[in-house]
């Protein structure tokens, strides 16, 4: 419950301040959503959708909200040049309501019910990235030790971190063909995968981001 208090909390205030730039200073909306807006929804699709984007309960919920994410940071890029800022700026909040609302009402509550996902951390690491921390990125994610229900979420929580080009190198103790098949459904053509190591009682495979 307080961790969904927290990301309304952080809601309603991007919700406010965008409404009153609207009504009362539309020239300043475009630093505004440049800013502080995009740098939410770059932290929220490390922290809330990354960790997500693998699970076939969560996948389509994400795919949907980084279509709606890739909308608002379109219309933030034709602030500048529009023709009435005001009434653009409501047009952005519009659709930038429904998409909070979503994540509100419908994404905090599948998280919740995926089995290994820690809402608690991610929300804990939505705040890190928007205080301008950065969050830990191991070079080995080691899930031998980890409930079998809580590795994908780590895993792909882990890949969400990467800049294309990096990788990291995970360890296990039997061949992850299921997680693959879970990285093709979620990132295709985006990932890459190479085993550093194949049995028969440990397996090292180096996951990457696509450059």
Request: aromatic residues 4%; hydrophobic residues 45%.
């Amino acid at each position: 419950m307080r961790a969904t208090d927290d990301v309304r909390h952080i809601h309603d205030r991007l919700r406010n301040r965008l409404a009153s730039l609207a009504d009362h200073e539309p020239g300043l909306a475009a630093g505004f959503c440049a800013g502080e807006l995009r740098r939410h929804l770059a932290a929220a699709d490390e922290a809330l959708y990354g960790p997500a984007a693998g699970a076939p309960e969560t996948r389509l919920l994400i795919r949907a909200l980084r279509a709606t994410s890739a909308e608002i940071d379109r219309r933030i890029g034709t602030l500048d040049t529009a023709a009435d800022p005001a009434a653009a700026t409501r047009a952005l909040g519009a659709v930038l309501s429904v998409h909070l609302a979503v994540e509100e009402t419908v994404l905090l509550p599948a998280l919740a019910e995926l089995p290994g996902a820690d809402v608690g951390l991610m929300v804990t690491d939505l705040r890190t990235l928007l205080d301008g921390g950065r969050l830990d990125r191991p070079g080995i994610v080691d899930v031998r030790e980890i409930p079998r229900g809580q590795r994908h979420p780590r895993i792909f929580a882990r890949f969400s971190r990467l800049a294309p080009g990096e990788s990291f190198a995970l360890v296990n103790n039997h061949d992850p063909k299921h997680l693959r098949r879970e990285f093709e459904l979620a990132h295709p053509g985006a990932y890459t995968w190479d085993y550093e190591q194949s049995g028969p009682d440990l397996w090292r495979i180096r996951i990457g981001r696509a450059a």
